[in-house]
């Protein structure tokens, strides 16, 4: 079955500082892999999603990239933080290319930015 | 643009109720719908997922039904236990090509013994 390891758990940062947020992926091949946002008080955002290496589109402007190095790794990252980056982001992945797959989330990585 | 929402915002009802969770869509182009749970803190454990195609998945004490044409869908959680206290988060897949998907804002459950 698929799974999905984010790290770390949690992470409390300053403001100016960058981050690197990573997942990886088992049990699946050229999953399409997602980044989403839960803040608090708001929903689920999506951030960026790739359908494969080297291939990331970016669905809101904001201070935070995404990278896919490997077909079963995506990492976050941020030159410098800001306080509004704080929340719980999370790794998801779907398979095939009709659409009909569900989501699979990871157990998502909470961020402090202090 | 894809609107998803959920009510009630939040529900407490005692340990063996049957419930309803109601989730409602803007846009019936959709793959397919899925039915989230999270517990605080914790990521997002898939509970079912309907394709367009059909009307209705059951798992266990849980059923969902999906009515694309009117964008609705229903959780049915029957004879609701403690254990199942949790935020339940109805989600869209939309018809693009990478299938972003679209959340409700959740519904709060608090079964008390």
């Known amino acids: 079955s698929q799974t999905i390891h984010q790290w770390p758990a949690t992470l409390v940062q300053p403001v100016g500082s960058p981050l690197s947020l990573e997942c990886t992926v088992e049990g699946t091949s050229n999953p399409n892999l997602y980044w989403y946002r839960q803040a608090a008080g708001r929903g689920l955002q999506l951030l960026f999603y790739?359908?494969?290496?080297?291939?990331i589109s970016s669905e809101v402007p904001q201070n935070l990239s995404a990278s896919r190095p490997q077909d079963r790794q995506f990492i976050l990252s941020s030159k410098k933080l800001l306080l509004s980056d704080s929340g719980f982001y999370l790794c998801a992945l779907t398979t095939g290319t009709g659409g009909t797959s569900g989501y699979t989330f990871g157990s998502g990585t909470r961020l402090t930015v202090v | 643009k894809q609107e998803v929402t959920q009510i009630p915002a939040a529900l407490s009802v005692p340990e063996g109720e049957n419930l309803v969770l109601n989730c409602s869509f803007t846009d019936s182009a959709i793959y397919n719908l899925q039915w989230f749970r999270q517990d605080p803190g914790k990521g997002l454990t898939s509970l079912l997922l309907i394709q367009s195609s059909q009307r209705e998945q059951t798992s266990g004490r849980l059923n969902a039904s999906l009515d694309k044409s009117s964008g609705r869908s229903t959780l049915y959680i029957a004879a609701s236990q403690p254990g199942d206290s949790a935020t339940y988060l109805c989600a869209v897949r939309g018809g693009t090509s990478y299938g972003k998907l679209t959340f409700g804002q959740g519904t709060i459950l608090t079964v008390h013994p």
């Open positions: 790739s359908v494969g290496i080297g291939q």
